[in-house]
Structure formats: structure tokens, C-alpha cells
């Protein structure tokens, strides 16, 4: 087979891979000032001189490298008051029928987070279409989710109902909007026709500038409105990882309700800083918490669900996965605390999904640890292996919250993953890597053919994202190999690993 890594360098410790290790440390260098991601100009045209001579077509390599190479997505947040079609609008922001659209007890929301891309911008959404609490009274609930939406976001789509007009609720939410002082695009929906945009009109009252009249349910209008979100959402986003000198470091501390959050910050910082109660749900307010640690200050975001004043048993699930979303996309790191005295829950696996997708660091830390017997610890090892294998490879720490047992475990586990997730594979050294492979392990014949990797780059980092360009398809079950060879390789301890494959098109093909 040809060897994958011709026209790159296989020095280990080259001067380019040095200099884009120490480039990647501050995200606004190498990506900053060129638009192939963490590939600096030299290292990136030998790549696309590699690419041609594969027969590859240079735009769809330079796509690839570019959607690859993004840092951390812009976080568009959805908000209005109850009916005013919030979950329709987002189904139409991402171009798919997603998220729920019934504002009933007992809808399941796995997700509150969602990738959109308009005009060629990739950006995240967050939905706040969630069922109401009536014993709260519209205006709270309403509140509750504008605020974690809003916490997280770099712009806002304020959505009104047109033909109803601005009501009290609707008041309370610029007023929200007002004291966070993030940019707004204000959603007049409902606007079916050119009739509908007297109505829309009326909205000017609210003070947020020109209402976009649009109709979610039809798509009329949500083109132009999506132009004025990319007008007010950043090229990046505003929240700067750490980069300021002396910056703390962020730690999104998640997990399901009554898992013991509130008590393991405490822990840590030594003294109360946050209300504990045995009822789930007592915090509501996003607490951050400048806590010095093993000799260094980091920030840690508390995330248990809702004050207890306001603590129903339903809803709370959505509560709490809307206030997670918003703080682990605030986040660097995010520690997931488990129950360890009980069986690992659908709501566990969903957390872990949530904080795997946002692609950040991850430590899971089993709380309770030093109330299990024998037996209890033989099963609960038997439901990681089983429940929580797609995370095998982050750090574990087996801790007690009232105790505080192996706290000082945590930073260590933290710094594993962080290094993990900022870790850059020169090219060249990457290249050898995958030529080794391919020649120890080819992908399997399929339908006569055997597709190879031909060579690849890792294109960003925060979490590692690899390109890898090949002859044919890459089945899934390959795909998981190379993952596990890349950690095996490179060590990735603590970090998601986001692969891309680009096929090369047959040549002479014309592109459509």
C-alpha cells in the first residue's frame, strides 16, 4: 500500500511541532491568525501539498481543516415566555425536528443543546422550550430558564407571540435581558403573511430594536433572522479559556440531583459556602467559586437544580439539564459526581453524554465511596465497566463529600485531563502513527475494496479533533480502533477525541 506519510516529517520532537504545542496554549494564536486550525503556515501548506498530490480537492481538504480546526462554539440562547413557539423555531434553526414541541408534564428532554450552521457559521443553540410549572407562576418559571440560558450565551433570540403582542411576562424577560447585556435578536413568530407584520410592529415597544417578523411553523422570515443572529453572535466566542495571565481555570461540577454537589464544593472550599438540604433541588442561583486547591485557584460552578421553595418532583430533570448545559458550556473541565451506593441511573449516562458531546474535559468522581460494603463495590465495578465504558478513559476519583476522603485526589485528576485535552500531535508525527497502523492493521475488505487512510492532522484541540483523508469509507468499528490506538499512542487521558474522515472522490469525478 503507499505510504501514508510522504512529503511529512516523522521527527518527534521537530521545531514546528514544539512551537504549535506552545502556539496552542493560548487558542487565540495558531487559530487566530490562520484559517487552517492549530496548523501554522509551513506545516499546513506541506499538508495541502501532500493533499494534491493524493488527488484530493484542495477546497474540501481546506473545509475540512477549517470545521475541524474551530474552537468552542458561539452559544445562540432561545428564550420566551410559554406557546410562543420556541421549540418550533429551534427545530427550524437546525434543520431538523429535535427538540420537543409539547409543553406538557412528562415529555422527556434528553437535550436542551443542539449544532446549527447558517451561511456557512456553525454555532450552538440552546432551546428553553420546556414545560411550565404552574405552582410557580408563569413570570418565575419563565425567569428560571431565561437566566440559565442566558448565563451561558453570546446572543439571544427573545421570542414574542406577534398576534398576542407584549405581555407582562414578556416585560420581565427584556428586563433579564437588559441586566445580562447580551446581544438580542427579537423573534416576532407567528407573522403567517404580510398582514401579520402590522402586528409585529407593535413590538418596537420592547426597546430591543427591529422585531424580525417570522413564521417557525412555515419558515417564513427565519432566513433574514438567522442573518441578524450572525450579525450579534461572535466569530469566537467571548469566554477565553484560562488565557488571561493568572486566570482561573473553569470546573463545571455536574450530576443528577441530590448527588452531593453542593456538599463536595463545600468540601473543598473548606467552609459553607453553598445551602445543603437532603430534598434534591435546593439550589437554584449558579454559584462560582473561587477556591485555591493543591497550590492553584480555580472556579468551580455549582450546578444542582432549583432553590427548594420552588422544588416540584416534576420538572425538576429539566431544570437541572438546562442549568448543566449552561454551565458545562461555561466550563473547561467538568467533574461528574456519581452515587456510588446506588445503581448507576439513565439520568448518570445522560449527564456524561451531555458533557462528552460539549467536548470538554472530563474526571468522574464516585461519591459516597466510603459507605459501600464488598459487595456493593464488586457490583458498582461491574456497572461502570458496563453503563459508563464510553468514558473508560477518564480519571476516576473515589471520594467522599461529607467526609472528605481523597479530596486531594481531585486536582491531579483535573490537571490529567486538562493536559489531555490540550494535547497537539504534530503532523508529521501523526503521519508515521497512521502508516504503522494501517500497515499492522488494514481496514477490513468490503464489497471487494479496502479503503485506506491515506494520511491526516490534528486540525484543533479543546477537545484533540483529527482529520483523517482516505480512498473509501471508514466503517464506524475502524473509526473506534484508531481512537483507541490514538490514546494508546499519545495518551488523551481525560479528553473526548473528535475524528473526521474526508473520502478522496473518484478522479476526474465532477463535483455537483
Known amino acids: 500500500m503507499d505510504h501514508p506519510v510522504k512529503g511529512c516529517s516523522t521527527d518527534h520532537h521537530d521545531e514546528r511541532g514544539t512551537d504549535f504545542m506552545n502556539d496552542h496554549i493560548h487558542p487565540e494564536g495558531s487559530g487566530a491568525e490562520h484559517d487552517h486550525g492549530a496548523l501554522g503556515d509551513a506545516e499546513y501548506a506541506q499538508f495541502m501539498e501532500l493533499a494534491a498530490e493524493e488527488g484530493f480537492d484542495i477546497e474540501d481538504v481546506e ?9 468552542p ?25 429535535e427538540a420537543v414541541v409539547e409543553d406538557k408534564p412528562g415529555v422527556t428532554r434528553d437535550r436542551v443543546t443542539y449544532e446549527a450552521e447558517w451561511a456557512g457559521r456553525r454555532f450552538k443553540v440552546v432551546d428553553t422550550g420546556g414545560w411550565e410549572q404552574d405552582v410557580l407562576g408563569i413570570d418565575a418559571s419563565v425567569a428560571a430558564q431565561a437566566e440559565y440560558a442566558i448565563e451561558a450565551a453570546d446572543a439571544v433570540v427573545f421570542v414574542v407571540d406577534a398576534k398576542v403582542g407584549a405581555t407582562d411576562t414578556d416585560e420581565a424577560v427584556v428586563r ?4 445580562a ?12 403573511g404580510p398582514s401579520g407584520e402590522a402586528d409585529a410592529s407593535y413590538l418596537w415597544s420592547l426597546g430591543l430594536g427591529e422585531p424580525q417578523p417570522v413564521s417557525a411553523l412555515h419558515g ?21 479559556f484560562g488565557t488571561a495571565v493568572g486566570g482561573p481555570r473553569r470546573i463545571a461540577l455536574i450530576g443528577r440531583p441530590n448527588v452531593g454537589k453542593s456538599s463536595l464544593l463545600n468540601k473543598v472550599a473548606g467552609e ?9 433541588g435546593t439550589t437554584r442561583d449558579p454559584v462560582d467559586e473561587l477556591i485555591e486547591l493543591g497550590g492553584v485557584t480555580w472556579k468551580f460552578v455549582d450546578t444542582a437544580g432549583i432553590r427548594k421553595r420552588v422544588h416540584l418532583q416534576q420538572g425538576a430533570d429539566y431544570y437541572a439539564s438546562l442549568r448543566t448545559a449552561a454551565a458545562v458550556e461555561k466550563a473547561e473541565v467538568a467533574v461528574i459526581l456519581v452515587d456510588a451506593s446506588e445503581s448507576i441511573s439513565v439520568q448518570d449516562q445522560r449527564i456524561v453524554t451531555m458533557a462528552v458531546e460539549a467536548g470538554r474535559a472530563i474526571v468522574v468522581a464516585y461519591n459516597k465511596w466510603d459507605t459501600l460494603d464488598e459487595e456493593r463495590r464488586y457490583y458498582l465495578e461491574r456497572e461502570i465497566e458496563t453503563e459508563l465504558g464510553q468514558v473508560a478513559w477518564a480519571p476516576r476519583v473515589n471520594v467522599s463529600a461529607q467526609t472528605g476522603r481523597h479530596m486531594e485526589k481531585l486536582v491531579p485528576a483535573i490537571e490529567t485531563a486538562l493536559a489531555g485535552w490540550e494535547t497537539r500531535v504534530p503532523t508529521g508525527r501523526l503521519n508515521a502513527f497512521l502508516g504503522e497502523l494501517a500497515a499492522a492493521h488494514p481496514h477490513p475488505v468490503r464489497g471487494g475494496k479496502q479503503p485506506r487512510i491515506l494520511f491526516g492532522t ?10 483523517l483523508f482516505a480512498s473509501g469509507f471508514i466503517e464506524a468499528g475502524y473509526r473506534r480502533f484508531i481512537e483507541r490506538r490514538l490514546r494508546e499512542e499519545f495518551g488523551f487521558e481525560g479528553t473526548p477525541i473528535h475524528i473526521s474522515v474526508r473520502v478522496r472522490e473518484k478522479r476526474g469525478a ?3
Do not use: W, Y
Open 63 to 71: 473545509g475540512a481543516i477549517e470545521e475541524a480546526g474551530h474552537g
Open 73 to 97: 462554539l458561539p452559544v445562540l440562547a432561545v428564550v420566551g415566555r410559554p406557546n410562543v413557539g420556541k421549540s418550533t423555531l429551534v427545530n427550524r434553526i437546525i434543520g431538523r425536528r
Open 176 to 179: 433579564l435581558l437588559r441586566k
Open 181 to 192: 447585556g447580551k446581544p438580542v435578536v427579537l423573534c416576532a413568530n407567528k407573522v403567517d
Open 220 to 240: 417564513r422570515g427565519t432566513g433574514d433572522m438567522l442573518d441578524r443572529v450572525l450579525e450579534a453572535l461572535p466569530e469566537a466566542p467571548a469566554q477565553t
Open 272 to 280: 459553607d459556602r453553598v445551602v445543603v438540604n437532603e430534598l434534591a
Open 458 to 467: 490534528q486540525a484543533g484541540t479543546k477537545p484533540p479533533r483529527f482529520v
Open 510 to 512: 465532477k463535483k455537483k
